[in-house]
């Protein structure tokens, strides 16, 4: 099953703009990861973010926790056309080796 | 340092046969995870491997069944497919513990399509 939903399911913006992307989820989590997803292949992960941390920032991107809400934010900042893919978010549980993902959030750079 | 390779890259079936899809694992990890995406969704976790052994499975039927080799690689099989089962099937691999700590890596995937 699916742990959250991310929103929106998908974003079109010009080259050089932000993009914010949102994923919410249901259970208690030991972090929650970002990852990218090219033409329908392979998951390239992003960034990783303990339970415990509210921010975390790696190069262009930038992801935010509010366990309290259960949600989190990536924000790509300064898009390029090679940002064009799918986004997804997956949250790992503690005492779990699994990660569930969230159903992802296409997004499209114009150039 | 090689990747995950899952092989193959595509495939045809036509419902109720039966497939194999492979995965070798990136060196050094020694658990592997199948990942079925549907299009359009997110990946769903269709069972772990660790040790040969089914480590956690998902919400999959029996006719989903797997195998783990002494060199960490392994097979996904499907029996009696179904039209359902049309979908992108992904290989990850990690050392066991870290696969939610960001430590998977995952291949480029199989894209089944049952007619």
């Known amino acids: 099953s699916q742990q959250g939903e991310e929103d929106p399911q998908a974003l079109s913006i010009q080259e050089g703009e932000n993009a914010t992307m949102n994923c919410s989820y249901k259970t208690s989590i030991n972090n929650l990861q970002w990852y990218r997803q090219n033409s329908g292949r392979g998951l390239v992960h992003l960034i990783l973010?303990?339970?415990?941390?509210r921010e975390k920032h790696s190069g262009r991107l930038r992801v935010t926790l509010d366990t309290s809400k259960k949600s989190s934010s990536l924000l790509i900042t300064a898009s390029r056309a090679a940002d064009t893919a799918s986004y997804f978010c997956a949250t790992g549980e503690v005492g779990d080796d699994k990660i569930i993902f969230g159903k992802g959030t296409r997004l499209h750079i114009l150039p | 340092e090689t990747g995950v390779t899952q092989s193959p890259t595509h495939l045809i079936k036509t419902r109720g046969q039966q497939v194999t899809l492979r995965c070798s694992s990136q060196s050094g990890h020694n658990t592997v995870s199948w990942y079925q995406q549907a299009l359009g969704q997110g990946p769903q976790f269709i069972f772990q491997?660790?040790?040969?052994?089914?480590?956690g499975r998902g919400n999959f039927p029996p006719r989903f069944s797997g195998l783990q080799f002494p060199n960490y690689s392994s097979e996904l099989n499907v029996n009696a497919l179904e039209l359902d089962d049309s979908a992108l099937y992904l290989c990850a691999s990690s050392q066991v513990g870290q696969g939610s700590l960001g430590g998977y890596t995952f291949g480029s995937g199989t894209r089944l399509t049952v007619v």
């Open positions: 973010i303990r339970s415990n941390e």
């Open positions: 491997y660790y040790r040969e052994e089914e480590n």
